[in-house]
């Protein structure tokens, strides 16, 4: 649940630092990309082949192509390269199935994890979902190796900046009528183990 000023109700169990935190990543509400020649387009391309890749069930080639995407997007912006694992089954978890995972130990590589199938009767998941997904654990990323905030937030400005990214891969009106793009300020279904009303993809912060 939101407050009148549109933060999540976790917002006021933090402490002095991480409000702040909080609030500077609500503040940005979209993720600019130079404006570089075939950029856009490596985008859109890459997105389409991964989408073929995922139908066809092929793992290795979803891989390179969501690390394409990835690869772009952090090149564009100049800042530190993720290195994307594409796993077979969610993981079970309490609340649900586990969709994506973003890491980030001292002395290794950042790492995005996303799954293929889901847990309860191993399908393929839907494209749009699991590039959705993909962005989702690469914006938890920027949040921390771009715009340096020290902790990546659910917030509606993290939303917003998934989305941003989204409608750069996927146009809306390429889109299926029936999966519609969700609203900017809050994802269409749960995209990761996060719900909008969880603090941290990475960790939970210290209160």
Not at 121 to 126: G, I, L, N, Q, S
Request: net charge positive; glycine share 6%; charged share 25%.
């Amino acid at each position: 649940m939101a407050d009148a000023a549109g933060r999540f109700s976790y917002y006021n169990r933090l402490s002095a630092k991480n409000k702040a935190i909080y609030r500077r990543g609500d503040a940005i509400t979209s993720i600019a990309l130079p404006d570089v020649a075939g950029l856009p387009a490596g985008l859109r391309v890459a997105a389409a082949a991964a989408a073929r890749a995922l139908t066809a069930d092929k793992p290795s080639l979803v891989r390179a192509q969501a690390q394409k995407i990835c690869d772009l997007v952090t090149g564009g912006l100049e800042t530190e390269r993720v290195v994307v694992k594409v796993l077979r089954v969610r993981p079970r978890r309490r609340y649900g199935e586990l969709h994506g995972l973003y890491t980030r130990d001292d002395g290794k590589e950042p790492t995005l994890r996303v799954w293929m199938r889901t847990a309860q009767r191993a399908d393929v998941v839907k494209p749009r979902t699991f590039l959705r997904t993909l962005l989702h654990e690469l914006c938890h990323h920027l949040d921390y190796a771009h715009y340096r905030l020290g902790e990546s937030f659910h917030n509606p400005g993290f939303f917003k900046r998934e989305s941003s990214l989204m409608r750069l891969l996927v146009p809306p009106a390429q889109e299926p009528a029936a999966d519609a793009p969700p609203p900017d300020d809050r994802p269409a279904e749960p995209a990761s183990d996060a719900t909008p009303a969880d603090p941290v993809q990475l960790r939970l912060p210290e209160l």
